[in-house]
């Protein structure tokens, strides 16, 4: 080979630095990234003290107020709370327990507070307890307070007498002596044919009433119901909506407890489905044939048909007093009395 031939190098790839943009962006990926954890380990923190303090505002107001450790979860969208073996019971001795509650807020701007329960549940009342457990059981409250929502699907209460179902129920509080209570597909337990005389399902049930006067303080149920009752208590039934068997009915009223501790007031009833609310209530006992003819009578003279359509409507109003339930003179039934436990 000729001594003035030579090997040409091969041309080596050229090295372009990263596009500014690219740079940039990757930093602010970054940052915006850091800045997202600590806004959620702020909040998570935030949570725990805001939780510390309520917990000590209810105990210093005679609350009793039980809760495992909090754990953290919920990275990166939702900042979650879960806190085991939860009690709750105000000084009157109401109150709910649970095996877990979940405290949610979701990022990145938080403006209510969710709440998923879950495992067995209880309603408290002194030391009487109703177990329960819900396919779910969720709540919302707005971060400044009132109003709280909560919902639930496929209850099942264990009652004394057998369990209670309800497909699907929803409670809203407004305000802290209101409250607005919805219930569909009501399975009543196993009770005296009496108490089942429209069926054993509740279709729905929708209630909106207000609690009037001093909430009771410490005491046994018996003290604490002549405390209410002393102090001006009062039940006041805004609306109170029924579809039950064959019978519609709307109410409207208040209820108040007498001398002996038993409910008595005035309600106003708008019923569909009169004749076959007699029939049924005759044939459980309920009510005396001879009563229900002369009621059967008047509900002919009285029913309207509603403007907007529809079955009739009888506009009934009621009378409870001294356990008897009257309209327009006549007896409809007797209450069994209401028992207070003294301890």
């Known amino acids: 080979m000729p001594s003035n031939m030579h090997a040409t190098p091969l041309p080596q790839p050229v090295r372009q630095a990263a596009p500014r943009w690219l740079l940039l962006g990757l930093a602010a990926v970054s940052l915006l990234g850091i800045g997202h954890a600590l806004l959620w380990t702020w909040l998570a923190g935030r949570m725990e003290t805001e939780l510390a303090g309520w917990v000590a505002q209810r105990r210093a107001a005679g609350w009793q107020v039980q809760h495992g450790d909090p754990s953290r979860t919920g990275w990166p969208w939702v900042v979650q709370l879960t806190l085991p073996g939860v009690q709750l019971r105000e000084p009157g001795g109401l109150g709910w327990q649970g095996e877990s509650l979940a405290l949610r807020l979701a990022l990145p701007w938080p403006r209510h507070l969710g709440l998923v329960a879950s495992g067995t549940q209880a309603l408290l009342a002194g030391p009487a307890s109703l177990p329960f457990q819900a396919a779910s059981l969720t709540g919302t409250v707005p971060l400044g307070g009132l109003p709280l929502r909560v919902q639930a699907e496929a209850l099942n209460a264990q009652a004394a007498n057998g369990p209670v179902l309800v ?24 009770l005296p044919p009496a108490a089942l005389a429209l069926g054993r399902e509740v279709q729905r049930l929708d209630v909106q009433a207000t609690l009037a006067g001093p909430l009771p303080g410490a005491g046994s149920p018996a003290t604490q119901a002549a405390a209410w009752r002393d102090a001006g208590g009062r039940l006041e039934l805004r609306a109170l909506d029924l579809l039950w068997g064959p019978v519609q009915a709307g109410a409207q009223g208040h209820l108040v407890l007498d001398a002996a501790l038993q ?4 309600l106003t009833l708008a019923l569909a489905g009169f004749g076959e609310a007699l029939d049924a209530l005759t044939a459980a006992g309920l009510l005396a044939p001879g009563n ?38 006549f007896t409809l039934l007797r209450l069994a009395p209401v028992a207070w436990p003294e301890r």
């Open 167 to 190: 497909r699907r129920a929803a409670l809203v509080l407004p305000e802290a002596s209101a409250f607005d209570l919805t219930l569909e597909g009501l399975a009543l337990p196993d």
């Open 263 to 266: 409910p008595a007031g005035r």
């Open 292 to 329: 229900a003819r002369g009621l059967r009578a008047l509900g002919m003279l009285l029913q309207r048909a509603p403007a907007e359509g529809g079955p009739p409507r009888l506009q009934l109003p009621l009378l409870l007093r001294d356990r008897t339930v009257s309209a327009a003179g």
